[in-house]
Structures are given as structure tokens and as C-alpha cells.
């Protein structure tokens, strides 16, 4: 079965850093579609960035110039750069092999997604 695993999550202080990481088992990222979705309790799936499978990359407007999505490395892991966070960025972050864009995160029927990782941003 398709597997994707998020790693990195955890605790800073307003303006720190983290990178989040996602592999994936059973799938290959870069042929579709694939991003990073963040959600906080009563709250939509948000789209934080995505890879087209065209090469090109869309952020949402709140952490332009703040994160970076990328693939590295010869398993193709993608990565979530995250600098100058702020608390508006507590949230569970989850990777997503896309298959469309839900409501609620990890919804069936909308692509594969990562397990999820807390994010908290302290003021």
C-alpha cells in the first residue's frame, strides 16, 4: 500500500525555523502533483505549497518568502523549509501526493497523504 511519512515537526519560538521532510513508499513523487497541507482544529485544509507535476511551484500568500518546497536527494524526499514562523503557523502539517484538494485533510478519496505533524509556533 502507498505510505507517505512525515518527519520533523515540533516546538519553536516566534521567528524560528523547522524543516518538515515526507517519504513516500509505493509511490514516486515528481509525477504528480505533490504539496504540503496544514490544518488547525475547526479549520479547512489549507494548501501551504505545491510541486506541479510540470515543475511548477505555488505557495500560499501568507509564507511566500518564507518557506521552501523542494525534492532532494536520490529518494526524491520532499521537503518543507520553514523560516520566520510565526504562531499563526501552529498547525498539523501534512504532505500530500494530490488528488484533489478536501476540506478536511487526509479525506478519502482525495490522493494520498502523510500520517500529519504537529507544528507549534510560541510568541
Known amino acids: 500500500d502507498v505510505q507517505l511519512t512525515e518527519f520533523g515537526g515540533g516546538s519553536v519560538q516566534d521567528g524560528g525555523s523547522l524543516r518538515l521532510s515526507c517519504v513516500g513508499n509505493?509511490?514516486?513523487?515528481?509525477?504528480?502533483?505533490i504539496g504540503w497541507y496544514r490544518q488547525v482544529p475547526g479549520g479547512d485544509c489549507d494548501k501551504v505549497a505545491q510541486?506541479?507535476?510540470?515543475?511548477?511551484?505555488w505557495y500560499h500568500y501568507s509564507v511566500k518568502g518564507r518557506f521552501t518546497i523542494s525534492l532532494d536527494g536520490p529518494e526524491r524526499t520532499l521537503y518543507l523549509q520553514m523560516n520566520n514562523l510565526n504562531p499563526d503557523d501552529t498547525a498539523v502539517y501534512y504532505c500530500?501526493?494530490?488528488?484533489?484538494?478536501?476540506?478536511?485533510?487526509?479525506?478519502?478519496?482525495?490522493?494520498?497523504w502523510g500520517q500529519g505533524v504537529q507544528v507549534t509556533v510560541s510568541s
Open positions: 500530500a501526493l494530490e488528488g484533489g484538494w478536501p476540506r478536511e485533510c487526509r479525506a478519502q478519496g482525495y490522493g494520498y
Open positions: 509505493g509511490v514516486s513523487f515528481g509525477r504528480s502533483n
Open positions: 510541486i506541479k507535476n510540470d515543475g511548477e511551484i
